[in-house]
């Protein structure tokens, strides 16, 4: 038997890395809430700090928590979400003072998404939100299978949650919920 989702969150409550399954591309998490955390996946991709990291929260009621939305951007997540979506929010106070700053980029926009996936929404329900970059080395593609980002991150990553049904392989499509009416920035 494999980890399991349990499992996952414990290693992310330690401050360690889960890739894990979604319905877009296999995922890297760490907690969105421990900023050492978040340095490490950053260091663990190779990726420049900046750059922002979209989070993943366990349902549509949650975008509300860490995402300031008009009505017509909240009746617009509640059509489409679960979904293949990152939406980009102008972030809460709560998500400014828990959410690791560098989750937060200087243009004031928080990506969020909220996987059409069991494991993704379960993962992030017990272990709260956490990060939703995929899971490959910078400027690299992403990996397809989990038997791949193991050979990515090795003992970097401490769980690697199997990746059934399998993700999509696209990445999700962007809208910017930051304004009065979505937008639609990037469809895959």
Known sequence: MGPTVADAARALAGGALVVYPTDTLLGLAASATDPAAVERLERAKGRPRG????????????????????????????RHLPGPFT??????????R??????????????LRVPDHPVARELARRAGPITATSANLHRRPACRTPAEARRAFGDRVAVYL?????????????V?????????????
């Open 162 to 174: 199997p990746a059934r049904p399998r993700p999509s392989g696209q990445p999700s499509s962007l």
């Open 51 to 78: 750059q922002g990291v979209s989070v993943t929260v366990s349902s549509t009621e949650e975008v509300d928590t860490w995402g300031d939305l008009s009505n017509e951007s909240r009746a617009w997540a509640r």
């Open 87 to 96: 939406v980009l929010v102008r972030p809460t106070l709560r998500a400014r």
């Open 176 to 188: 910017d919920l930051f304004g009065e009416h979505p937008l639609l920035l990037r469809r895959t």
């Open 98 to 111: 828990e959410l690791a700053p560098s989750l937060l980029p200087q243009e004031g926009r928080l990506g």
